[in-house]
Nanobody
Framework: QVQLVESGGGLVQAGGSLRLSCAAS????????MAWFRQSPGKEREFVAA????????DYAELVKGRFTISRDNAKNTVYLQMSSLKPEDTADYYC????????????????WGQGTQVTVSS
């Protein structure tokens, strides 16, 4: 069955870094655009970053541009989110998502979702 399993979350001080991973199985990973979203308590799920099937095209939310980097390894069926210069407002549950053929910034359009990994940034 389809699985997206995130890992790498945790507690970090402001200014620190974390790398999230999302391991995919049960579908042809290279045929899917991938994205990271995040959600804080009481807020809607928001787009963070996305990457094309080949990995050549990326897109970022303005709030994370220049601090976060999305990448993928199609040989390992894994997508990554390198987060640097973290701020307390980056605290959220982070989810990876897969969309067949392409990527978009709207959560409702994604086909598969992981269970999330928690990131907490202390001030």
């Amino acid at each position: 069955q389809v699985q997206l399993v995130e890992s790498g979350g945790g507690l970090v001080q402001a200014g620190g870094s974390l790398r999230l991973s999302c391991a995919a199985s049960g579908f042809t990973f290279s045929m899917y655009g991938m994205a990271w979203f995040r959600q804080s308590p009481g807020k809607e799920r928001e787009f963070v970053a996305a990457i094309s099937r080949s990995g050549l095209i990326t897109d970022y939310a303005e709030l994370v541009k220049g601090r976060f980097t999305i990448s993928r390894d199609n040989a390992k069926n894994t997508v990554y989110l390198q987060m640097s210069s973290l701020k307390p407002e980056d605290t959220a549950d982070y989810y990876c998502a897969a969309k067949y053929s392409t990527y978009v910034v709207y959560a409702r359009d994604y086909d598969y979702w992981g269970q999330g990994t928690q990131v907490t940034v202390s001030s």
